[in-house]
């Protein structure tokens, strides 16, 4: 699922994610800053869901740490837990409230 950002405060750096339908695609080409989900394994073997930033424009890593992201499910801020992919798939975020449920 593709979540679209809305930014919260005047520096756009607070960022609350939507639920929508959008596929990869649209949410690539319509939004300018977006999560995706994606599952992982941790060590113990047990799947934990995280939260991938993606830009529609390039961002350094810098610029991409700048952001304070709400959970699409609980509303907490998310954590960063992974580094950037390249200049538009961003850093890998979790929610540390979501994970102990």
């Given at each position: 699922?593709?979540?679209?950002?809305?930014?919260?405060?005047?520096?756009?750096?607070?960022?609350?994610?939507?639920?929508?339908?959008?596929?990869?695609?649209?949410?690539?080409?319509m939004?300018?800053?977006?999560?995706?989900?994606?599952?992982?394994?941790?060590?113990?073997?047990?799947?934990?869901?995280?939260?991938?930033?993606?830009?529609?424009?390039?961002?350094?890593?810098?610029?991409?740490?700048?952001?304070?992201?709400?959970?699409?499910?609980?509303?907490?801020?998310l954590?960063?837990?992974?580094?950037?992919?390249?200049?538009?798939?961003?850093?890998?975020?979790?929610?540390?409230?979501?994970?102990?449920?």
């Amino acid at each position: 699922m593709n979540y679209p950002l809305m930014k919260m405060n005047k520096e756009g750096t607070l960022l609350r994610p939507q639920h929508t339908y959008y596929s990869d695609e649209y949410a690539h080409a319509m939004c300018d800053l977006h999560l995706s989900d994606v599952v992982i394994k941790d060590e113990k073997g047990k799947l934990k869901k995280r939260y991938r930033l993606h830009a529609k424009y390039p961002h350094t890593i810098e610029g991409a740490m700048a952001y304070n992201i709400l959970c699409p499910k609980c509303h907490r801020h998310l954590k960063q837990v992974g580094r950037s992919l390249s200049y538009h798939d961003l850093s890998l975020y979790a929610c540390p409230f979501c994970d102990k449920i």
